[in-house]
């Protein structure tokens, strides 16, 4: 049975399932690719130890068939080098051809795939620009960290949310679901190219573990979700107070700035950096300074209590803020998470905290708000709750000054509707800690030693390079003068032979 296929759907497929199959698997099922007819359709399937996709394609089939397993590299090299645009696909006794060229078969059965089971399942509408969130996700997720719940993307009634534990980004979807599910690092699903493909995502429980099915398009991904508890992450996104300084730029502003940083060299002896200012020269520009001294300004607009505010951020997180789009930074602090709105969804991250000063006025006015609460019983709001994305110490309220209200305050605030609450501006309530400007992130210092020593390391070999390369070129000069002795040595015997020979004639 032959069964005319389109080339370029089936050459592009080919190179997502490549993402998943194992090819150095001691597992053979592992190392090819199923193929299985069915309704019209034909079915291109892959795995390893944890993940499975499978690819859909219709087909004018005569007669259904059963899965067969071949070699993947053979299948794929079989497609790439058929010149025609609609190959012919021809399965005969379990063995397949692609125009007259035989696979090679895998030994050994293909692990059926999961089944979404009839009962306990939650189903939920993906929309169509899953895959795009899905990619600008991507570079939040961590690739490295201990913490495996770290590694995946986390989908819920909020949206998707993807953290590394110093930099947060939230794409808010109005998705119905009933709880949340962290699914793996998508590397194999962004390979798909399924832009602008609508989908489902099924979960359901199996043997104490979540699995998932997540269905874009053509493709659908099986997978086991992560067993772990994914952060609040919404403890860490500051409160939106009246107190809350930004600044923002157009459209061609943030193309010149990612055009800066991607222009920065990065430094392996520290953490690249860029310091974000107001000059003072020319209050509407917005300044940036690189570690390493590179500067630029854009055209921006500032808030109006702005000041002399400045924070300092990695390259990397200033340069993930831009690439989803966002144009408008906010922030409460010099102390607290910087907020990138204004593109797709918010970005938040950390400062480096480089300097520190107390607050002294401040602290002045935040007695005076304790001591008008003691006398009207009316509790000053915090700030803003949140919680640390990075070792850096956030700010704290000043232990020095604790209030609580007795059991009996608190009841009548609860049960009055009549009473008007007098809520103050929020206010700085934090004396930073006094550290060292220089103290790093213990990891960040590890890291920055490493790099030192791969430099020295570099310069040594470098230097070994330079010495075996003069070693060598004294022992071609100390060759050449042996040959010219040599050489000397046999004009004299040759110039002595002669001198003996005239002699004897004479």
Known sequence: MQIPVNKNSLASALTALGKL?????LIKAYQGIEIEGKANTLFFRTRNVIEEIEFRLLADLEDDFPPVLVEFEQFRLAVRNCKKKELGLEIENGEVFIEDVMVAPVKGRFPVPEIIPDQDVCVTDLPADTLSALEKLAPIASKEDVRKVLKGINISRDGFTAANGKELSNIPFPLEMTGNVTIPFPLVLLATKAFGESGKLATWQKDGETHFELTLGNWTWRAKAF?????????????????????????DAAERLQRYLKSIPDDPRQTTSVKLSRLPDVPDHLNLASSNGMLI???????????????????EFLAHLLNAGHVRIEMNDAYGPVVGTGGTGQYIAMPIITKRTQ??????????????????HQPVPKSAESIPVQNPPYPQENPAKPHTHSTKENTTMNESPTITRTVSDPVQTFTPNQESETKQNPLDELTAKIEQMKVVLKEMFDEAVILSRKAREIAIAQKQKERRFIQNQRTIERIQRDTASLTSVA
């Open 359 to 376: 607050a002294q006025p401040e602290q002045k006015s935040v007695q005076a708000s304790v001591q008008a609460e003691q006398v009207t």
């Open 297 to 315: 300004s854009v055209l921006a607009e500032f808030d109006p209590n702005w000041g002399d505010l400045s924070f300092t951020v990695r390259k």
């Open 21 to 25: 199959v194992s090819r150095t698997s």
């Open 227 to 251: 067993k772990e508890n994914y952060p609040n992450w919404k403890r860490v996104v500051p409160e939106r107070t009246k107190k809350m300084y930004y600044v923002s730029f157009k459209q």
